[in-house]
Every structure is written in C-alpha cells, then in structure tokens.
T-cell receptor
Framework: GQNIDQPTEMTATEGAIVQINCTYQ??????LFWYQQHAGEAPTFLSYNVLDGLEEKGRFSSFLSRSKGYSYLLLKELQMKDSASYLCAVSDSNYQLIWGAGTKLIIKP | GAVVSQHPSRVICKSGTSVKIECRSL??????MFWYRQFPKKSLMLMATSNEGSKATYEQGVEKDKFLINHASLTLSTLTVTSAHPEDSSFYIC????????????FGEGSRLTVL
C-alpha cells in the first residue's frame, strides 16, 4: 500500500532550527510537496522536490532522497508565526497526491 | 501564483437542509478540481476529483448522493452537501492543479460547515 510517515508533533524554540522528516512508500513517484497549514486555514504551498538534493527558499529548505524514500523540511531562524502543521505529500504514478497526516510544529519563545 | 477562491468560508445550517460550497479558479482554467474534507487534527482526505464537463470521480467510502459535485465550467466547481447531518460538520477544502510542470495544487480558503 501507499504510505507517508511524518512525526505527529514537534516543539522548537524561537530563533532555532528544526527539521521535519517525511518517509514515503508509494506506487511511482512524480515529486514531493511540502505544505504549511495554520489552524482553521487551507494549506499553502512551501516546496516541491522531484530530483535528489536540497532546494533552498529563504528560511525554508527541502531535501529529497528518492532512493531512500525520504525528505525533510528544514526551517531556520524560527519565528512564532511558523507554528503550524506541515504536510508532506507525494505525487504517485497517476499524479495523485498521497498526503501524510501532518506534523504539528509548536514554537516556544 | 494562481488563485482559487472558495465560498462561503463559514456556514451554519440546520439538520436536513442542503448546503452548497463554491470553488472558483480566478486567474486560470482548471479542468480538474479536487474536494477534500479535513477532520480536526487530521490530514486532508480526498473526497472526489471534479472534472469539467463530466461526472466527478468519488473516492471509496464517499457517498455520491450525499456529496453532489458539479463542474459546469472551467472556473467553477460546486460541492453540495445534501440533507446535512451533524456528522457532516467539517472543514471542506477545494483545490485546483496549476498549469505548471510541477502539478502544484492551489487551495481555496476552505469552508467550515457546522450542522446543528
């Protein structure tokens, strides 16, 4: 079956760095997405990886290893507004998105 | 980036009534839109894929007669929750796939339905 695993919850301190991991097992692979979702709001796009390596975009970076079925989202210089859920999603062979359950990130002052 | 607008953002209705939620792609044509349901502290659950000009494709376990989807134009898809019951209370989100190569999804703002 298809499966996306990510931690349920993480806690980090304002100004610090946090890495949210995502492992996946899917039928085919056409890219991996990270979305941010604040409570009560719709998800917003953060990143897309289809090739191995690190993609950097400001304070956020996303890494992919297709051979390991693994990705991480790295958040630097954490701010209180980064408190949200972070969803990992993989596009399978049919370009359908398989969603992880999300990681709730709690930022403490 | 592409914009998807969803309306209403919040709706409260009585049990037994029907509620329609609209999803519009404002600056691009969306031949395919997706409808999700999200329970508190849970991830998105795909309900159905809405295809312009044809019948929607429903995911297993989603009642077609309960959740009516219409995609009459390239910019509008609607979800109607018929004969709503309290257990239908949830956060409903639509999305449309952008025209770029990444297949990025653009989400509407979401609609919180409360059935009394």
């Amino acid at each position: 079956g298809q499966n996306i695993d990510q931690p349920t919850e993480m806690t980090a301190t304002e100004g610090a760095i946090v890495q949210i991991n995502c492992t996946y097992q899917t039928s085919g692979f056409n890219g991996l997405f990270w979305y941010q979702q604040h409570a009560g709001e719709a998800p917003t796009f953060l990143s897309y990886n289809v090739l191995d390596g690190l993609e950097e975009k400001g304070r956020f970076s996303s890494f992919l290893s297709r051979s390991k079925g693994y990705s991480y989202l790295l958040l630097k210089e954490l701010q209180m507004k980064d408190s949200a859920s972070y969803l990992c999603a993989v596009s399978d062979s049919n370009y359908q998105l398989i969603w992880g359950a999300g990681t709730k990130l709690i930022i403490k002052p | 980036g592409a914009v998807v607008s969803q309306h209403p953002s919040r709706v409260i209705c009585k049990s037994g009534t029907s509620v329609k939620i609209e999803c519009r792609s404002l600056d691009f044509q969306a031949t395919t839109m997706f409808w999700y349901r999200q329970f508190p502290k849970k991830s998105l659950m795909l309900m159905a894929t809405s295809n312009e000009g044809s019948k929607a494709t429903y995911e297993q376990g989603v009642e077609k007669d309960k959740f009516l989807i219409n995609h009459a134009s390239l910019t509008l898809s609607t979800l109607t929750v018929t004969s709503a019951h309290p257990e239908d209370s949830s956060f409903y989100i639509c999305s449309a796939r952008g025209s770029g190569d990444t297949g990025e999804l653009f989400f509407g703002e979401g609609s919180r339905l409360t059935v009394l």
